[in-house]
């Protein structure tokens, strides 16, 4: 099958995202993973002989944890003594064993709270014949979450929004949460031990770093309260912080408060820790259906980061220096993954994907043959009910002619009113809204180059 002059560009680049969503299904990645056969399960080579366990209970929290339970629950049914997950708002499924708790994301939420203290109960009550399934996936640093002793929702909260607006990255941001928390960086672990515990993880994280996804609640915290800090003080918060995180991290840096769980420590012997979904199979299935469709592809990246913006320039360099060098009648297909930041300089309403693309629109403006889409796998760009945008050459003088200025919204971080306003006039859809998609890898990037084929498809 090849790329026909039927079908638009638009919808050519939903069909690769579209591949890449399918190739990273959580409840697909978990069967994919696990079987059971004749009262053994196997996870990822690893043998667990289920008559050994008096009870199994499965907890997690994250994005794509719902359709990982389900998966669960089809495996091991009624062996499933006891189960909880805490999700993001309007990310359950229909299960009928493990119970589920929702909570917000990014910046955590009561009942996140109350979800993980009932996971940290679960696990206190494990003991040497419990097996204790654990299925994480991106989100749950926000949705896991209990304060460290002394430390309130609030304080935690904002120390979030202030790091998040900062323009740190997730691997900053979540140094910081470790060290204020009971259940990150192994604590999770420590609170089963003696169980044997398995954990199950979508990665959402660049180098899929076990510490960094969802800052490692059953993996080794190689960071220190001393790197925290560092954080809060390479952006500037030292003055801005609640006063009592400032006080407990200093008493962490002191050695007044016990550090998180390090490699080595016994209670990480009976931990194991398997990533079954990441950003690769989501790019190589990406990779797969554009060369399906006729396109010669190229992964330019699969840790793209730094400033949404400058991601954009950089990728935008690349694309421009594709379509120069390109024979006629070719047809090129650029790809990038990663997670981008953004810092927050204005008051508008946006997302990483959505800047991503407003800036991209800005880069490319007048050349032809030039199509992204830039979306965050799970569906959800920022605060927003995007998952991302689609631009072209024709997106950033098309708006300026109806009044639209993309680089005023762009220096507000208000891209998504502007993709609002510019679809509403023109009866496009550069605004992407898949809904939730159940999954979580970061986002993708994708860039048509098509000189001969080229519609108003923004």
Known sequence: MTHTEGQTDSQTLVDIFNAALA?????????K?????????????????????????????????????LAIESLLGRKIAAGLIVVKD????????????????????????????????MAHAAD???????????????????????????DKQEATRLLLNAGASIAELNVVRKHLSMVKGGRLAQAAYPAQVVTLIVSDVI???????????????????????????????????????????????????????????????????????????????????????????????ETLQGEAREAARFLAQAARAELAVMKPNERRC????????????GTGKGGRNQEFALAFALEIEGCQG????????????GPTDAAGAMVDGRTASWARSLGIDPLSHLDNNDSYTFFQ??????????????????????????????????????
């Open 23 to 31: 190739a990273v299904d959580p409840y697909n990645a978990v069967l």
């Open 33 to 69: 993973s696990t079987k059971v056969e004749s009262d053994q399960l196997y996870i990822a080579g690893a043998k667990y002989d289920l008559a050994a366990f008096d009870r199994i209970i499965v907890v997690g929290a994250g994005k794509a944890t719902a359709r990982m339970a």
């Open 90 to 121: 309007g990310h359950k499924e229909p299960l009928s064993i493990i119970g589920q708790v929702e909570s917000s994301h990014p910046v955590p939420g009561e009942t996140g709270v109350a979800g993980t203290l009932r996971v940290l109960e």
């Open 128 to 154: 040497e014949k419990t097996l204790f399934i654990c299925l994480i996936s991106g989100g749950a640093s926000a949705l896991l979450v209990a304060p460290a002793a002394g430390l309130t929702l609030q």
């Open 207 to 301: 180098g899929d770093t076990l510490d960094v996804i969802a800052s490692g609640p059953t993996a080794p915290d190689d960071s220190t309260f001393a790197d925290a800090w560092v954080v809060i003080a390479k952006y500037g918060l030292q003055e801005k912080l609640p006063p009592r995180v400032t006080d407990y991290l200093q008493r962490g840096i002191a050695g007044q408060v016990a550090e998180n769980v390090k490699e080595h420590d016994p209670c990480l012997d009976k931990t194991r820790n398997v990533i079954i979904a990441s950003i690769h199979q989501a790019m190589a299935a990406a990779q797969e259906k554009s060369a399906q469709l006729g396109f010669v592809t190229k992964t330019i990246s």
């Open 334 to 345: 650029l790809l990038c993954g990663g997670e981008t930041t953004v810092t927050v300089r």
């Open 370 to 381: 030039m199509t992204l889409l830039s979306a965050g796998t799970d569906g959800t760009d």
């Open 421 to 458: 306003q510019f679809d509403a006039v023109t009866g496009t859809h550069s605004h992407f809204k898949t809904g939730a998609t159940g999954t979580n890898v970061m986002d993708i990037q994708i860039v048509l180059l098509n000189p001969n084929h080229f519609k108003k498809s923004s």
